[in-house]
């Protein structure tokens, strides 16, 4: 496992200089809008986004929030940080991965997440740590893409997965919302954002 994170890492360092780039047309025509919906449902004080990437979720935190925003590829990490300079934020950024997470145990009101367990290699260790670190009161809010129910839509991506994975280190066709059950959440909302692939997924950790 820590070969195939060590592989996914590097790629994201390699994407890091152009990934803005290639997203801008659909951050204009989506993603802009659903990262709004997103931070709508994060309460504070204490906040954790896991995959802060290059910092896109930024314009959405509070100034009332404590954040703390990670990420295991340092080259993303590096883009995340020039962002809250200008943006005039006060973020604790880190290096760190999901799947092994240096914080105590509930520490966190809110976890939020925006595509990010597409490219964890293992997204039920992933969303075991986050129910760790959370609160018993606390919400995970996650924007994420998955595999669609929806014939012939999911099988033709699981035909694909191998292709964008060898190319991106992203998954097409996870059952995200499957894995946050097992890693020991209730779903309190799951909202179609784009048919069936693009989720709001909030849920609350059993403890």
């Not at 047309?25 to 986004?49: A, T």
């Not at 939020?112 to 609160?135: H, N, Y």
Request: charged share 30%.
């Amino acid at each position: 496992m820590r070969d195939k994170t060590e592989i996914i890492r590097k790629r994201y360092d390699r994407a890091a200089k152009y990934y803005d780039a290639i997203e801008n047309m659909m951050e204009k025509k989506w993603f802009s809008q659903w990262r709004k919906l997103l931070f709508s449902h994060v309460k504070g004080p204490k906040v954790l986004e896991v995959g802060v990437g290059t910092g896109k979720n930024m314009p959405y935190y509070s100034q009332d929030w404590e954040i703390v925003a990670i990420d295991f590829s340092p080259k993303m990490l590096e883009k995340a940080k020039e962002r809250a300079a200008k943006l005039n934020l006060q973020v604790d950024l880190r290096l760190m991965d999901v799947q092994h997470l240096e914080f105590s145990d509930n520490s966190f009101d809110t976890v939020v997440t925006a595509c990010v367990f597409c490219s964890v290699p293992d997204p039920i260790l992933g969303l075991k740590e986050i129910q760790r670190v959370l609160k018993s009161d606390g919400l995970l809010v996650m924007l994420e893409h998955v595999r669609s129910k929806k014939e012939p839509i999911g099988t033709i991506m699981d035909i694909l997965n191998p292709l964008v994975v060898g190319l991106y280190g992203a998954n097409i066709n996870r059952d995200t919302v499957e894995n946050v059950k097992k890693a020991g959440f209730e779903i309190v909302e799951e909202k179609n954002l784009l048919s069936d692939i693009v989720k709001l997924i909030i849920a609350k950790p059993i403890k």
